[in-house]
C-alpha cells in the first residue's frame, strides 16, 4: 500500500471584506486559508504554535504555485484540504485543495447545494529555521514522522525551478511603496499574502496609468481580467518602514490571456525581495466565459510587453 501523508481538512466562512469590486474572494485571501490551514495541521500532530515560540522555530514560505480554478464568493464557504508532500533537509512542501462550499440562496454563480467544486489547488515550499538569526534548520526526525506516520509517499511531484522571466521593456511600470504597520505579520514581516496585493495594486496602477480602469474595462470594453495562476517567489524579507519598487510587465501574449511579470525589490540598495509570475485571463464579467483582448487595449499597454 502507498503511503500516505496526514490529511487536515478545515473550514472558513467567507467574509464580505474578503472580496474584491467583481464579488470574488481576493487572490491573496486564498493564500490567508491556505497558512491558516497549514498552521491549524502542525497542531494537529502535536505541532501548535506555542511549541514553536518556545523551542525559537518557524516555518517561513519561500515559494507558492496556486492554481484558481473557480471563484468564490461571500456566503460560500471554503474547505481547505492539506497535506505535506516531502520534506528535504531543510524545507517541506505542503499542497491544498480549496472546494467552495455554496450556501442556498446565497447571491451569485452557484453549484448546485450540498455539491462541493474544487476551486483551487496550490502548493508551498516552507522552510524551517530558527526565529531569531533565521538561519534554515535540519527538520527533526520526530517532526517528519509526525506529518508523515507511514513514511514518505513515493510518488510526490518534482520541483520545479521558478520559470526566469524575460528582460523587462523599456515601458516596464515601477510602482513605488512604503512598507506600513499593517502590512506587518507576527513574524514581524510583510506577510507572504500581503506581497500578493502588493503585485495586485502594481498591476491596477499600470492599467491605469494606460487609460484603462476597471470601470472602462467593464463597461466599455466588456471583460475583466482574472488569474488563473500564481507562482511568488520570496528571497528576502521586508520590514516596517522600508521603501519598496513594485514593477511589472506583460509577456506571452495570447488571444485570450497573457503573462504578468512581477519583482520587488528594496530601494534602498536595490535587493530583490520577491519575484513572481501570473497568467491572466480576458473573460465574460457575467458568463464568465473567455473573451478576446480588444487591439486598443493591447496597443495602449504595446510599451510594457515583451514581444
Given at each position: 500500500?502507498?503511503?500516505?501523508?496526514?490529511?487536515?481538512?478545515?473550514?472558513?466562512?467567507?467574509?464580505?471584506?474578503?472580496?474584491?469590486?467583481y464579488g470574488?474572494?481576493n487572490?491573496?485571501?486564498?493564500?490567508?486559508y491556505?497558512?491558516e490551514?497549514?498552521?491549524?495541521a502542525t497542531?494537529?500532530?502535536g505541532?501548535?504554535m506555542s511549541?514553536?515560540?518556545?523551542?525559537?522555530r518557524?516555518?517561513?514560505?519561500?515559494?507558492?504555485?496556486i492554481?484558481?480554478l473557480?471563484?468564490l464568493?461571500?456566503?460560500?464557504?471554503?474547505?481547505?484540504?492539506?497535506?505535506v508532500?516531502d520534506?528535504?533537509?531543510?524545507?517541506?512542501?505542503?499542497a491544498?485543495?480549496?472546494?467552495r462550499?455554496?450556501?442556498?440562496?446565497?447571491?451569485?454563480?452557484?453549484a448546485?447545494?450540498?455539491?462541493?467544486q474544487l476551486a483551487a489547488?496550490?502548493?508551498?515550499?516552507?522552510?524551517y529555521l530558527?526565529?531569531?538569526?533565521?538561519?534554515?534548520?535540519?527538520?527533526?526526525?520526530?517532526?517528519?514522522?509526525a506529518?508523515?506516520?507511514?513514511?514518505?509517499?513515493?510518488d510526490?511531484?518534482?520541483?520545479?525551478?521558478?520559470?526566469?522571466p524575460?528582460p523587462p521593456p523599456?515601458?516596464?511600470?515601477?510602482?513605488?511603496?512604503?512598507?506600513?504597520?499593517?502590512?506587518?505579520?507576527p513574524?514581524?514581516?510583510?506577510n507572504?499574502?500581503?506581497?500578493?496585493g502588493?503585485?495586485?495594486?502594481?498591476a491596477?496602477q499600470?492599467?491605469l496609468?494606460?487609460?484603462?480602469?476597471?470601470?472602462r474595462?467593464?463597461?466599455?470594453?466588456?471583460?475583466a481580467?482574472?488569474a488563473?495562476?500564481?507562482r511568488?517567489?520570496y528571497k528576502?524579507?521586508?520590514v516596517l518602514?522600508?521603501?519598496?519598487?513594485?514593477?511589472?510587465?506583460?509577456?506571452?501574449?495570447?488571444r485570450?490571456s497573457?503573462?504578468?511579470?512581477?519583482?520587488?525589490h528594496?530601494?534602498a540598495?536595490?535587493?530583490?525581495l520577491t519575484?513572481?509570475?501570473a497568467?491572466w485571463?480576458?473573460?465574460?464579467?457575467?458568463s464568465g466565459?473567455p473573451r478576446?483582448?480588444?487591439?486598443?487595449f493591447?496597443a495602449?499597454?504595446?510599451p510594457?510587453?515583451?514581444?
Amino acid at each position: 500500500m502507498t503511503p500516505k501523508p496526514a490529511l487536515y481538512t478545515t473550514e472558513f466562512p467567507i467574509r464580505y471584506d474578503e472580496c474584491d469590486p467583481y464579488g470574488h474572494v481576493n487572490h491573496a485571501v486564498y493564500l490567508r486559508y491556505m497558512q491558516e490551514a497549514a498552521f491549524q495541521a502542525t497542531a494537529a500532530v502535536g505541532y501548535p504554535m506555542s511549541w514553536y515560540e518556545a523551542q525559537g522555530r518557524a516555518w517561513l514560505v519561500r515559494d507558492t504555485d496556486i492554481e484558481y480554478l473557480a471563484p468564490l464568493h461571500y456566503g460560500d464557504r471554503v474547505r481547505v484540504r492539506t497535506w505535506v508532500l516531502d520534506f528535504r533537509r531543510v524545507r517541506s512542501r505542503r499542497a491544498y485543495e480549496l472546494y467552495r462550499l455554496p450556501a442556498a440562496g446565497g447571491v451569485g454563480e452557484r453549484a448546485p447545494s450540498g455539491e462541493a467544486q474544487l476551486a483551487a489547488r496550490a502548493v508551498t515550499d516552507w522552510v524551517y529555521l530558527e526565529r531569531e538569526t533565521q538561519r534554515p534548520l535540519t527538520v527533526p526526525p520526530e517532526m517528519v514522522a509526525a506529518f508523515m506516520p507511514a513514511g514518505p509517499p513515493p510518488d510526490a511531484p518534482p520541483r520545479e525551478r521558478f520559470p526566469e522571466p524575460p528582460p523587462p521593456p523599456v515601458g516596464v511600470f515601477i510602482q513605488s511603496r512604503r512598507v506600513q504597520w499593517a502590512d506587518l505579520d507576527p513574524a514581524d514581516h510583510v506577510n507572504n499574502a500581503t506581497y500578493l496585493g502588493f503585485l495586485e495594486d502594481c498591476a491596477v496602477q499600470d492599467a491605469l496609468s494606460r487609460g484603462w480602469p476597471v470601470k472602462r474595462m467593464l463597461e466599455e470594453g466588456r471583460f475583466a481580467i482574472v488569474a488563473r495562476r500564481f507562482r511568488i517567489e520570496y528571497k528576502a524579507p521586508a520590514v516596517l518602514n522600508e521603501e519598496l519598487n513594485v514593477s511589472s510587465w506583460v509577456s506571452d501574449l495570447r488571444r485570450i490571456s497573457a503573462v504578468r511579470h512581477y519583482a520587488v525589490h528594496r530601494a534602498a540598495d536595490g535587493a530583490l525581495l520577491t519575484r513572481a509570475r501570473a497568467r491572466w485571463a480576458w473573460v465574460d464579467p457575467e458568463s464568465g466565459r473567455p473573451r478576446r483582448i480588444p487591439e486598443d487595449f493591447i496597443a495602449d499597454f504595446a510599451p510594457n510587453i515583451v514581444d
